[in-house]
């Protein structure tokens, strides 16, 4: 694992709040901002996908770091290798703590966006996306792939950690899988993540945050339990009582 960004060197004295990013999924940088301003300030690793940075670019990425924030920059990077380089690249000119790429993209792809960051003093996390959780076997099928989703991830997972990348993204039901083949340096993301009594939304399989630590999860990607939350200082004490105990 190389080393990375000011958040990155400190992995391993990381506390519970260090391992809640929160998704910021937010329309336009007005909305974000109320949303930041409701989260606690120990709340301090933020996700920007799509939506609020095609709308608002990098200039939402400075404001947050402006703020204290770590930004994982959620643009799921998917292109021929020199273009994943310089999009990585420019991600981490932006100071972004974590950036992602699709695993699928292929070895080539992957070393190309390893190789690009290897010039930055402090860089982000380089994490890949195996296969959506959208994605069913079907789907999978539609596309050309015949294997089941649990062997696909499995087998892009090992591409991104044979090319180099920090960690994948996963989801709660492939969290503990992955952690015993990939060992313990490979960070594993994982959204889908509701605390007990929490709403499931639209997510369908999902874990509470101490069950996907348990499993070995680095981190869990929250949403909507802290961002629609009534009381989301409550809400965070919530997460905290079950993710402080694991982290002594
Ligand atoms: O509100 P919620 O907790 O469901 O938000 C989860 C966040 O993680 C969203 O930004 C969603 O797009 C993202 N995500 C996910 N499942 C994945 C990858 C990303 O829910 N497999």
Partial sequence: MSPG???????GRETWEDRVITALDSPNWAEAELL???LPAANRRVKVGKQLFTREGPAAV???REAGRDVFLDLKFHDIPNTVAGAVASAAG?????????ASG???MLEAAGEALAGFRERPW???VTVLTSM???ELRSVGVADDPEAQVRRLARLAHEAGLDGVVASPGEVAMLREELGRDFLL??????????????????????RAMADGADYVVIGRPLTGADDPQAAWNAIGAELAPRNE
């Avoid at 960004?5 to 992995?11: F, I, L, P, Y």
């Avoid at 932006?94 to 790429?101: D, P, Q, R």
């Avoid at 369908?204 to 945050?209: E, H, S």
């Fill in 94 to 102: 932006l100071g972004a703590w974590m950036v992602n790429v699709h």
């Fill in 106 to 108: 292929g070895p080539r």
């Fill in 126 to 128: 380089l994490i890949g």
């Fill in 36 to 38: 930041l301003g409701r």
């Fill in 62 to 64: 400075a404001k947050l």
């Fill in 136 to 138: 069913d076997a079907a």
């Fill in 189 to 210: 993301v994982t959204p889908g993540v509701r605390p007990e009594g929490a709403a499931g939304d639209d997510q369908r399989r999902t874990a509470t945050p101490g």
């Fill in 5 to 11: 960004g000011t958040g990155n060197a400190n992995r």
